[in-house]
């Protein structure tokens, strides 16, 4: 199954399933090799077209859906490792993570990873022009759902509206 990235739209956000296969008909394939029920999962589609020197994520060491406590705080007793994420791309840069023991790995590209709130990750630069997928698939019961959490502009329609880069601005170049 091969996606041409570059005819998709920006992706979708905080989406339902059925919201990805209505907006993303061209990833119905490659859902289907999603390794666990679809439907308990909130899910973001992120197409990014990169030049060289840009993150198409978070360049800094991170974890993702950490809860909080009432003063935003990172609360580690509220971690649930039962319920996982996943994360998928198709091609360079590919996503940093740290094992148990703090040695960094490269996850493989076009391969499901199952993560939990624990796990640390980090974005890599991009070295080339090329066009990149993310999905990123967050179990419901880590209290996200598609009309509420990370979704600071109230956007209620999963359609990505624009994609973000990062850029290190003092080695940045036009």
């Known amino acids: 199954m091969k996606i041409d990235w570059s005819k998709q739209h920006n992706g979708v956000i905080q989406g339902e399933y059925s919201d ?10 490659l859902l289907e090799t999603f390794p666990d029920n679809p439907n308990d999962f909130i899910w ?30 990172e609360d580690e007793s509220k971690i649930d490792e039962s319920k996982p994420m996943y994360l998928w791309l198709s091609g360079a840069p590919l996503t940093l ?12 590209a076009g391969v499901w990873k199952r993560f939990t709130q624990r796990d640390w990750h980090r974005g890599q630069i991009s070295k080339d022009f090329t066009w990149r997928g993310l999905i990123r698939a967050c179990h419901k019961d880590l209290g996200i759902n ?29």
């Open 146 to 174: 598609s009309k509420s959490v990370n979704n600071p502009f109230g956007n209620k329609e999963p359609l990505r509206r624009h994609t973000q880069v990062y850029v290190d601005a003092n080695n940045f170049k036009w």
């Open 97 to 108: 993570f740290k094992d148990e023991q703090g040695n960094e790995y490269e996850m493989k």
């Open 20 to 29: 990805v296969l209505r907006l993303m008909p061209d990833l119905k394939e």
């Open 44 to 73: 973001d589609v992120k197409v990014h077209m990169l030049m060289p020197n840009q993150f198409p994520c978070i360049p800094n060491w991170h974890r993702d859906m950490v809860p909080r406590d009432e003063n935003l705080k």
